[in-house]
């Protein structure tokens, strides 16, 4: 009778606790783990038959706030988070660079507490908009949306995308985006912090950042000119972008609150350019290295009195930096300097 009466007890406990970790773990709705399987069906339909193993952990009738790349809010169960970047990694399957997964994007509409989505490497293409990307506009806390290495995604996708305004990280990088830069539609995103634009090809200007990277673009002779249009930026990258020297010392905008400056990899030839630097007062970090840069180091760097780390590797400068002490309150200052 007791050996009963403690076998009850225990399974009442069980159950308690079973009850209280679900809720406290939230339980994921019903709709949206259908939505969810109807995702990966049709990722599965657009492969090979032969590849099963796409989100093993995607199965009927499952928690789905524990499935792999998925996140809830651990007291609503709301869907939060769905992170379906490079599933090919996952397939190992080598996808037919031909064949897109024709997703359909307003499934993601069911999700209304979603702040993340990331669609990153996965063959999407213009069905995206076929599909009503538009209606994503509908999530009110969607924050974060990753699109890069869509190579098939280009211009087109800009009106909807715009639409989306409640974005604060928006990345684009290795997309067929081209032309005159969307500074209107771009605009649009008011919410806007951080875009990434890495190896599109865009020319010309936009407006309203703190955070801008430009990498594996294509610069050349083009002035900085265009930074005029971003009067907010803190973070500016133009690594690998083909800048020349003559672009930096012609007319460069005075940049206040840029505090990262990154443009390693460039062709900025010859001796340090002061002069566009001193439209740049309060960088904290500069990145100038694989520059072709030569001779000394001008005791002008000692003007930008907030820098903490100046990066020059793979130059051939030569000569010291100015007394730490010249450098203000510079709290750590780092070099790496190939000397001659
Ligand atoms: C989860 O949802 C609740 C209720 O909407 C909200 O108060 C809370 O901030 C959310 N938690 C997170 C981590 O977003
Ligand atoms: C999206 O997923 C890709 C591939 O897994 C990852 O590299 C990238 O950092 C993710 N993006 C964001 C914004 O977290
Ligand atoms: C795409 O998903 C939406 C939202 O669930 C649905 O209304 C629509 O019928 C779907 N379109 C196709 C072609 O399956
Ligand atoms: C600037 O870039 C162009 C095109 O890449 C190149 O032909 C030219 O020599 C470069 N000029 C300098 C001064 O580096
Ligand atoms: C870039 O500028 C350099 C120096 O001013 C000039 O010699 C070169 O021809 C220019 N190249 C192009 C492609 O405009």
Not at 230 to 240: D, M, N, Q, W
Request: a negative charge; one cysteine or more.
């Amino acid at each position: 009778m007791k050996h009963k009466s403690w076998l009850s007890w225990l399974l009442i406990m069980t159950m308690t606790t079973i009850f209280l970790v679900r809720r406290a773990q939230g339980v994921c709705a019903d709709d949206e783990r259908k939505t969810l399987l109807e995702i990966k069906a049709s990722l599965m339909n657009s492969y090979d038959s032969a590849v099963d193993n796409v989100l093993p952990t995607w199965v009927d009738h499952g928690e789905c706030c524990n499935w792999e790349r998925v996140q809830c809010n651990t007291t609503t169960g709301r869907v939060t988070m769905i992170l379906l970047g490079n599933l090919n990694d996952d397939t190992r399957y080598i996808a037919d660079p031909e064949v897109y997964w024709p997703l359909n994007v307003s499934l993601f509409s069911h999700f209304k507490e979603l702040r993340s989505l990331n669609l990153s490497w996965n063959y999407l293409d213009h069905e995206l908009l076929n599909t009503g990307l538009v209606r994503l506009s509908s999530l009110k806390k969607l924050e974060i949306l990753d699109l890069s290495s869509n190579f098939a995604i280009d211009n087109d996708i800009l009106p909807s995308l715009t639409t989306l305004t409640s974005l604060r990280v928006l990345n684009l990088a290795f997309t067929s985006l081209e032309g005159h830069f969307p500074t209107n539609e771009f605009a649009a995103l008011e919410n806007l912090e951080m875009l990434d634009l890495t190896d599109c090809h865009f020319s010309g200007t936009m407006s309203g950042l703190l955070h801008l990277n430009l990498d594996w673009n294509i610069f050349r002779n083009d002035t900085l000119k265009f930074l005029v249009a971003f009067p907010s930026l803190e973070f500016l990258s133009l690594g690998h972008s083909h800048l020349n020297r003559s672009a930096l010392v012609q007319e460069v905008p005075n940049m206040r609150n840029l505090e990262v400056l990154l443009l390693g990899n460039n062709n900025l030839r010859g001796k340090l350019a002061m002069k566009a630097l001193a439209s740049f007062p309060n960088l904290k970090i500069l990145d100038l290295s694989s520059n072709n840069l030569i001779g000394s180091i001008p005791s002008e760097i000692s003007s930008l009195s907030s820098l903490r780390v100046l990066y020059l590797a793979e130059n051939n400068l030569y000569g010291s930096l100015p007394e730490y002490g010249k450098l203000h309150k510079a709290l750590c200052y780092i070099l790496f300097l190939k000397i001659i």
